[in-house]
């Protein structure tokens, strides 16, 4: 059998789950192709193969497959998988649901053995199959860039965030990956030339025991790698014993998900943390010299017009003007297909008409001047992409202060630093923006 697996966006990363899937498929006689659009452009007749998977990890790589897909003629055996499988099937009907590589949904659609002796679990994946590490996310750090590897501890999460597409899937849980693979799988990639490893768990600190486990037997393996990862607000300053250990074990910095300052809109989110805790996890990064990247996502429904200057302040105050990606201060609420934040009756009296070609419901402002702010803000990026973050992080405060009529910038010097970061800055719960959508199809996704 002849089957095509693509892939178009994951997060800069290389989309580890489709090799993993050709070990699955790979009995000695399917013949199995990849492509990775993010950063390959190959010409393809779809109705060559005998099957075609597309793996939707998220809104982003839905919406680019969609424009793909669109007007082609398609293999007769079609199945997607990822966390917006569910999502992608609104419109694409044909396609079969494969939530589990482990189970036989896979080998029953397409009619034939597959590899008996795979495990999700436990199964090293063979990147060797995917474009080269090299031409996925870098770490920049001044006039250094480091390849960037990646690797997941665990799948799935214990948190509900209502704007997440993890939780739509895995209802609160997760489970661990084999330490065996983890290890190995790092190993493989060290040899391929990487110099830095990303943990991609929604959150490292959901089972920090096993983390920090894992993250000891690297730093004993690999003691001239570096790591980066994501840590919840809430679990920063649940476990800072095992948050202070992160600086002795290369943890080059943290990404959280600060999301906004405003504590209405944090409850609906149900992020379990408030805007008093922000700075309590920025001050206990900075105590442990720890860079803390925060991630926000300031406009949704029910944004206020002192939101925005707030998340500033915050920013001026800790002086974190480097760790804060430029273009997150203009992101909006994303409301997918089964979204839980339409299990809250808040959002009904601004959630408007449901876009099948975007995934996602469109909604309106409690305060209309939001609207405009936001588009202020993005237009201004849109329009300066060719300045440096730090130029562009100033230009977006004084529309801000124009805006709210309000001053935000401390006067006096300011002590720029070069800071370490990864290449490539857009997260899986934001709306996907024209910036990146054209970087992603013209493969300059890469800074």
Request: charged content about 25%; glycine content about 4%.
């Amino acid at each position: 059998m002849k089957i095509l697996l693509l892939s178009f966006y994951d997060l800069g990363k290389q989309p580890k789950i489709i090799s993993e899937l050709y070990q699955k498929l790979n009995n000695g006689t399917n013949e199995i192709d990849i492509v990775d659009y993010s950063v390959e452009e190959k010409s393809i007749k779809l109705n060559d193969y005998d099957a075609l998977g597309i793996y939707a990890s998220m809104h982003t790589a839905s919406v680019l497959a969609e424009e793909y897909l669109r007007h082609k003629e398609l293999p007769s055996k079609l199945f997607v998988f990822g966390l917006y499988a569910k999502v992608f099937t609104e419109i694409f009907h044909n396609f079969e649901i494969i939530q589990n590589l482990d189970n036989e949904d896979l080998e029953s659609l397409l009619n034939v053995q597959l590899n008996g002796e795979y495990s999700f679990k436990h199964s090293v994946p063979d990147r060797t199959v995917l474009p080269s590490i090299t031409d996925y996310s870098h770490i920049v750090d001044g006039s250094n860039n480091l390849i960037a590897g990646s690797v997941e501890t665990t799948y799935g999460c214990k948190h509900e965030c209502t704007h997440c597409p993890v939780p739509i899937e895995f209802n609160g849980t997760f489970k661990t990956f084999g330490t065996d693979k983890i290890l190995k799988d790092v190993s493989n990639q060290v040899e391929a030339g990487a110099k830095h490893i990303s943990f991609n768990d929604p959150d490292f600190f959901n089972g920090p025991k096993h983390a920090l486990k894992i993250l000891q037997a690297l730093n004993s393996e690999h003691p001239e790698i570096t790591y980066d990862s994501t840590i919840k607000v809430e679990h920063i300053l649940k476990y800072p014993d095992y948050f202070k250990e992160l600086k002795n074990l290369k943890m080059l910095f943290v990404i959280s998900a600060f999301e906004t300052t405003n504590d209405k809109v944090l409850n609906i989110l149900k992020k379990n943390h408030t805007s008093s805790d922000l700075n309590n996890a920025v001050e206990l990064s900075l105590s442990n010299s720890i860079d803390i990247r925060p991630t926000w996502m300031p406009f949704s429904p029910w944004t206020k017009k002192q939101d925005l200057p707030n998340i500033i302040r915050l920013i001026e105050e800790y002086k974190l003007r480097e760790t804060v990606d430029p273009i997150q201060l203009t992101i909006k609420l994303l409301v997918p297909k089964n979204s839980l934040i339409l299990k809250n009756p808040e959002i009904d009296n601004y959630l408007q008409e449901y876009d099948p070609a975007s995934f996602s419901y469109s909604w309106k402002y409690k305060s209309p001047d939001m609207d405009k702010l936001q588009i202020d803000l993005f237009t201004y990026v849109l329009h300066n992409e060719s300045l440096d973050e730090y130029a562009q992080y100033l230009g977006i405060v004084k529309i801000i202060e124009q805006h709210t009529e309000q001053n935000l910038l401390e006067s006096g010097d300011y002590n720029q630093r070069i800071v370490p970061k990864l290449s490539e800055t857009w997260f899986c719960c934001s709306e996907p923006n024209k910036i990146q959508l054209e970087r992603i199809k013209s493969n300059k996704a890469l800074i």
